[in-house]
């Protein structure tokens, strides 16, 4: 059973240092490579779906989460108030009502909408040290965030786009959903108090997941305090679920901001938000990927995709020259040498990685490779060009297959 705290460590991803505190772990350089891959990825799929990425403060004064709600019904969750002069601000425990602002800064015209703001940005929670653990419960968190304005009528059908981007995200990534959860609220003072509200978004994410053929399950008590969701849950190797991916419909905010575009009719309409989240925070992601792969990532995502082998100091020029036409095509690759022991020693050493290219005398004479796949396959000696672009086609396709047929 993969533990991805045990496996961050050992594949030199990830590690914590007291000094800096429980839940705010440090990137290495390969878990940061595997974590820049995958916002890349992320920022690559929503600006072909049509979002338009901005940046945002970490910080903001109290008022603004006042407005949002967030200091009523979320304050347990956040850090406590810093003091500036007269004022206080806060670590944000939530990108949205930043989001809001930035719709709320222009005069809005029905023709701009639906208008999709991403980001992938910090937000800060003041979890206790007991539930803090590796990658999935931190304190700083880095979010997969969006939020689409829109009109009423366009609000299921933006809802349903962000769950096949989802379903294409986690096809890419190699990862399944566990179940689909139509998240209500509970009881008592957590929620916004507005029955109306809750009965038009949970109609229209009813419509959402109804149209999309998605086998869903209610569950009480698990809504965001202004609002219904979906979430897609996950499973842990010890069979734990937490939540990835949440699409929400939200009333709320738009009301609280005083948001609105002018329609067609020259009057001033009030939008929807819609929230939603590919993969959720960049940690949680991680660690779920260390652990549904136990290491061996996607070729695309891999710190290293191809590392070369030549079986001795004298096919070391050879290797190297491969490994920087390689890295040329925006590979990943480096060489282990004989330096670093024996051949078999080596290859053990690589068995994470998904390409190994072993060069012998008689595979330097000829401008060979022997190539070997990290599920033990050994396609056969190759022209170097001819490996390399077999490597790039894959990792350019995504994806989790190795190898395709010539």
Not at 91 to 113: K, N
Not at 271 to 295: D, F, K, N, Q, Y
């Amino acid at each position: 059973m993969h533990d991805h705290r045990r496996l961050g460590r050992e594949l030199d991803l990830f590690d914590t240092d007291p000094l800096m505190g429980a839940g705010l772990p440090y990137w290495l350089p390969d878990g940061a490579l595997v974590r820049h891959t995958l916002e890349e990825y992320i920022r690559e799929a929503e600006r072909r779906a049509g979002y338009r990425h901005v940046y945002s403060p970490v910080l903001g004064k109290r008022e603004l989460y006042e407005i949002s709600g967030h200091w009523d019904h979320y304050g347990d969750d956040m850090f406590p108030p810093m003091e500036l002069g007269a004022e206080q601000v806060l670590l944000r425990p939530s990108l949205c009502p930043h989001h809001a602002l930035i719709y709320r800064s222009r005069s809005r015209s029905y023709r701009e909408l639906p208008l999709r703001m991403a980001e992938l940005g910090g937000m800060y929670r003041s979890e206790l040290s007991g539930v803090l653990g590796g990658l999935t419960r931190v304190r700083a968190i880095t979010l997969n965030d969006a939020h689409i304005f829109c009109t009423l009528e366009q609000a299921v059908q933006e809802a349903r786009a962000a769950l096949e981007l989802i379903g294409r995200a986690y096809a890419d990534l190699g990862i399944s959903a566990f179940r689909h959860r139509l998240s209500l609220p509970g009881e008592g003072g957590k929620y916004v108090a507005d029955p109306d509200l809750w009965r038009r978004a949970t109609a229209l994410l009813r419509e959402v997941l109804d149209g999309s053929g998605i086998p869903y399950e209610a569950a009480a008590g698990e809504a965001a305090f202004y609002g219904p969701k979906i979430d897609v849950q996950i499973t842990d190797p010890a069979g734990r679920e937490a939540t990835l991916s949440t699409v929400q419909i939200d009333f709320h905010q738009p009301e609280r901001f005083d948001l609105h575009y002018i329609g067609a009719d020259g009057a001033k309409h009030r939008p929807v938000m819609v929230h939603r989240s590919i993969i959720g925070s960049v940690e949680r992601a991680v660690a779920h990927l260390i652990e549904a792969h136990g290491g061996a990532f996607p070729p695309w995502l891999s710190p290293v995709q191809l590392v070369v082998l030549p079986v001795g100091e004298e096919q070391a020029g050879p290797a190297h020259a491969l490994a920087e036409r390689a890295r040329g095509l925006g590979l990943r690759a480096e060489v282990a040498g004989p330096e670093q022991g024996t051949l078999a020693a080596r290859i053990r050493a690589a068995r994470l990685v998904p390409y190994q290219a072993v060069i012998g005398g008689r595979e330097a004479d000829a401008g060979l490779v022997a190539p070997r796949l990290r599920d033990g396959r050994r396609p056969g000696p190759l022209p170097e060009g001819e490996l390399l672009r077999r490597i790039a086609d894959r990792v350019a396709a995504r994806g989790t297959g190795l190898w395709e047929a010539a």
